[in-house]
Antibody, heavy 122, light 107 residues
Framework: EVQLVESGGGLVQPGGSLRLSCAAS????????MSWVRQAPGKGLEWVAN????????YYVDSVKGRFTISRDNAKNSLYLQMNSLRAEDTAVYYC???????????????WGQGTMVTVSS | DIQMTQSPSTLSASVGDRVTITCRAS??????LAWYQQKPGKAPKLLIY???SLESGVPSRFSGSGSGTEFTLTISSLQPDDFATYYC?????????FGGGTKVEIK
């Protein structure tokens, strides 16, 4: 079964750090771009970051540049999001996602995890 | 960054209605446009990719059209399971962006 499972969410104080993980199974993880997408409570979807198959290219939404770092370990079929200097506005459900329609470039997200909640509050 | 504008933000419709949602890009994205359906507490589900290609397993009442900057998602005959929120997404740029969403409610 094709699956993405996120973990690592929780409650953190403003200015704190958290590392999210996403475990992939059922598909060739190393062949595809991977992404993080978040959704604040009651709000729409917001793309956070992308990473190329070999980790050589990474892209971020402006609001997290310099604070968040996306990475992957293809040997462990795992995606990560290191989040530093967290703010209240980072409170959201964080989803990992992948587009497996092509290996050539970023694709529409046909695989999503169930999400992990991050709450930034004192 | 490419901005995606969806309309309407909310839509009230009845079972059997034909429903159309519009998405406009701030610059040309060719056909690199996807549509997702999301239900409360669930992850989004891919419906349409490359503007008009139906994802495997998605009912044929869903269809997409458009290119460049104007796109539409059409549900030909709304079913009870279709009441949800729909998002468009451009992936022409590596800095992906989503539209603000359209909530389809029961009339």
């Amino acid at each position: 079964e094709v699956q993405l499972v996120e973990s690592g969410g929780g409650l953190v104080q403003p200015g704190g750090s958290l590392r999210l993980s996403c475990a992939a199974s059922g598909f060739t993880f190393s062949s595809y771009w991977m992404s993080w997408v978040r959704q604040a409570p009651g709000k729409g979807l917001e793309w956070v970051a992308n990473i190329k198959q070999d980790g050589s290219e990474k892209y971020y939404v402006d609001s997290v540049k310099g604070r968040f770092t996306i990475s992957r370990d293809n040997a462990k079929n795992s995606l990560y999001l290191q989040m530093n200097s967290l703010r209240a506005e980072d409170t959201a459900v964080y989803y990992c996602a992948s587009g497996t329609g092509t290996t050539l470039t970023l694709d529409a997200f046909d695989i999503w995890g169930q999400g992990t909640m991050v709450t930034v509050s004192s | 960054d490419i901005q995606m504008t969806q309309s309407p933000s909310t839509l009230s419709a009845s079972v059997g209605d034909r429903v159309t949602i519009t998405c406009r890009a701030s610059q040309s994205i060719s056909s690199w446009l996807a549509w997702y359906q999301q239900k409360p507490g669930k992850a989004p589900k891919l419906l349409i990719y490359k503007a008009s290609s139906l994802e495997s397993g998605v009912p044929s009442r869903f269809s997409g059209s458009g290119s460049g900057t104007e796109f539409t998602l059409t549900i030909s005959s709304l079913q009870p399971d279709d009441f949800a929120t729909y998002y468009c997404q451009q992936y022409n740029s590596y800095s992906v962006t989503f539209g603000g969403g359209t909530k389809v409610e029961i009339k």
